[in-house]
């Protein structure tokens, strides 16, 4: 890992993605305790899943269009004042109707509460729309640090970006989402807004001689002709098309895992509001340790090895939390699983930040996103209905571990498929043939 100091921009740039992943990590918890609130079915709870993971589905291909047709820090600013205004008005809406929502507080196993389909109603569509901000923005994220960091820095400046998102996100963000919960059931949503404002103000303060001029086309823009572009490079650049369907299977089987999470924790971890925040924080720890040690453990077993560790763990935590009945040891599990996820992180993203042109770094980076994210709907789907259908023939406790074991199975098949094609020597020689 390079010891060259990271400009001063990219303290900027560090600065809104920390207080932008706090937010994150409030809403984290807030979301799915608000949701679980207001209705106890999971094939609606994991609609809510479905609509927050549908526009990488959806909105991917075109997003990179936007991405490498307008400034990127532009684009950034524009979709955190966006999701802003939405967590806004969903944190006003939850103050207006706060009398007739039973926040719960406490795990009460299969307790009774009659949908409220209005404030429902509304967090399935913010749910949507601050996803399709999330597409944009992420992408454009992606895409612009390389604009402001060397080549050489990329992964320090990419292993900093993902310790201080494990950080914020997952153990500073959801013990303050309890708090704030304890305070009032608006509270947590208006400090993620909050946070969006503040990050694409810190943004705007990076001086423009800083960053980098983005390559651009200067044809006519054409979606249509734009996006071909983007998808035919990734499907002719074999190594990263792979990556790509791979990290597809990965994330529908962990949409699986995640689709009723909510529930397990509250009926079968007996976890209170605060208790489940605290349950969050040990992804914080695994994913901190992942963004310290995972770009020098990368440099000492190479870049296949570490991929081939995350593809392992992810399946063997899934079958583990399957027979899991004390929070405690999902907190352990969160831990080793978030290791291996920020450890993959570094170094896919990273690779991508170097195999793909800069002219198409937004367009290519977005079609990856399609194969790879696009599958979460699809899973999130699949685990709420799967629980629903049990729930006709087995208990409920066993229909909560059903998503589990069947993440953990499938994901096994995924790891022996996968391992062959992610060596170092095939990262090696893909990011020797994009010189």
Not at 110 to 125: C, E, M, R
Request: a positive charge; glycine letters at 10%.
């Amino acid at each position: 890992m390079s010891t060259e100091k990271l400009p001063s921009s990219f303290q900027k740039v560090f600065a809104a993605g920390t207080l932008s992943n706090l937010g994150n990590g409030v809403a984290a918890v807030a979301y799915p305790w608000v949701a679980s609130s207001l209705t106890r079915s999971p094939l609606l709870l994991s609609l809510i899943g479905l609509m927050s993971t549908l526009p990488w589905l959806l909105f991917s291909l075109p997003a990179g269009v936007l991405i490498d047709r307008f400034a990127r820090r532009t684009v950034i600013i524009c979709t955190d004042i966006f999701r802003g205004v939405i967590t806004a008005i969903v944190a006003l809406a939850l103050l207006v109707e706060r009398s007739h929502l039973h926040l719960l507080t406490s795990h009460l196993a299969g307790v009774k509460i009659h949908t409220n389909f209005a404030l429902y109603g509304l967090l399935l569509v913010a749910s949507f729309l601050l996803s399709c901000g999330g597409v944009l923005g992420n992408g454009a994220s992606q895409t612009f640090l390389p604009m402001i960091v060397e080549g050489p820095l990329l992964e320090k400046a990419n292993g900093r970006l993902w310790s201080a998102e494990s950080v914020t996100e997952n153990f500073l963000g959801p013990p303050l989402a309890s708090l704030l919960l304890g305070l009032s059931v608006f509270a947590p949503l208006l400090f993620d807004a909050t946070s969006f404002f503040g990050s694409a103000g810190l943004l705007g303060l990076i001086a423009s001689s800083l960053i980098r001029s983005q390559a651009k086309s200067e044809s006519v823009p054409d979606f249509r002709r734009e996006i071909k572009e983007g998808l035919t490079w990734l499907w002719h650049n074999k190594f990263l098309r792979d990556l790509a369907i791979i990290l597809g299977f990965f994330n529908f089987i962990s949409s699986i895992f995640f689709s009723v999470f909510i529930l397990f924790a509250q009926e079968d971890l007996h976890t209170t509001v605060f208790t489940y925040g605290l349950l969050v924080t040990g992804a914080a720890v695994g994913g901190t340790l992942g963004g310290i040690f995972g770009p020098k453990l990368t440099k000492r077993i190479g870049r296949g090895k570490i991929l081939a560790f995350a593809l392992v763990v992810n399946p063997s935590i899934s079958l583990i939390m399957a027979f899991t009945t004390h929070w405690e040891i999902a907190w352990l599990l969160g831990v080793v699983e978030m290791f291996a996820a920020i450890c993959w992180n570094v170094v896919t993203v990273t690779l991508r930040q170097e195999i793909i042109p800069d002219h198409l770094l937004g367009r290519v980076n977005s079609a990856y996103r399609f194969f790879g994210l696009g599958t979460q709907p699809i899973g999130a789907l699949f685990g709420g209905g799967l629980v629903s259908i049990a729930l006709h023939h087995f208990s409920r406790t066993l229909s909560l571990r059903l998503p589990m074991l069947a993440a953990g199975i499938l994901g096994i098949f995924m790891a022996i498929f996968a391992s062959p094609h992610l060596t170092t020597a095939k990262i090696e020689a893909a990011r020797a043939a994009s010189n």
